[in-house]
């Protein structure tokens, strides 16, 4: 089955710095990924729709230049949080559709836990 | 817009007793519903969805779903129940053509009691 992983699973940082995610999807090519964010017992939230080759596109409330996110390939996509602070603290979770399979297909990754001292 | 609600946020039950978890959404469009499971540390894994067709969709693990247009409804059932199926769950809907963005419900914990 298709597989997507995120680097890292688990990140601990200090306020102010800058943090990256990656997104992989391992055996499949995805134009588009999802970024979502889940906070503790609550839903997940759409943040943005990365897009190969173009500019992301970010839901409304979700800072652009706070979450900086770059497809840099067809397999990898990457979401840095800048100058971090502790409400960035969360479970942040990328997904991505299966090219040709449908973009009612999709996988996600197993999740990055960010905690902002 | 769509919107999602799952009206139990937690749902206790014993070990092979019947199951359900309710879904509402509201969308003024024709949607796509999906359930979703989430297991402790994992992340999240398709169960089933629903997208023309059949509405009684039938997913893995021995989970089941009926599509209702005017109730607005996609219940999840399952008629006899496992420890392992304790995880929390996930309704979610997009609009049938779009890019795939997913609105998720709020989440059910499934508690599977022996």
């Known amino acids: 089955g298709a597989v997507v992983s995120q680097h890292p699973s688990r990140v601990i940082c200090k306020s102010g710095t800058s943090v990256k995610i990656e997104c992989r999807s391992l055996?499949?090519?995805?134009?588009?990924m999802f970024w979502y964010r889940q906070f503790p017992k609550q839903s997940l939230m759409l943040m943005a729709t990365s897009n190969e080759g173009s500019k992301a596109t970010y839901e409304q409330g979700v800072e652009k230049d706070k979450f900086l996110i770059n497809h840099a390939s067809l397999t990898l996509s990457t979401l840095t949080v800048t100058s971090a602070h502790p409400e960035d603290s969360s479970f942040y979770i990328c997904?991505?559709?299966?090219?040709?399979?449908?973009?009612?297909?999709?996988?996600f990754g197993p999740g990055t836990r960010l905690t902002v001292l | 817009a769509q919107s999602v609600t799952q009206l139990d946020s937690q749902v206790p039950v014993f070990e092979e007793a019947p199951v359900e978890l309710r879904c509402n959404y509201s969308s003024s469009v024709s949607v796509y519903l999906f359930w979703y499971v989430q297991y402790p540390n994992q992340g999240l894994q398709l169960l089933l969805k629903?997208?023309?067709?059949?509405?009684l969709v039938k997913g893995i693990n021995g989970f089941e779903a009926e599509f209702n247009k005017s109730q607005t409804s996609f219940h999840l059932r399952k008629p006899s129940v496992h420890i392992s199926d304790t995880a929390e769950y996930f309704c979610?809907?997009?609009?049938?053509?779009?890019?795939?963005?997913?609105?998720f419900g709020q989440g059910t914990t499934l508690q599977v009691k022996p």
């Open positions: 979610a809907v997009s609009a049938s053509g779009n890019t795939g963005k997913l609105i």
């Open positions: 055996d499949f090519q995805a134009t588009t």
């Open positions: 997904s991505a559709p299966r090219s040709g399979q449908g973009v009612d297909t999709q996988y």
């Open positions: 629903y997208l023309s067709g059949s509405t």
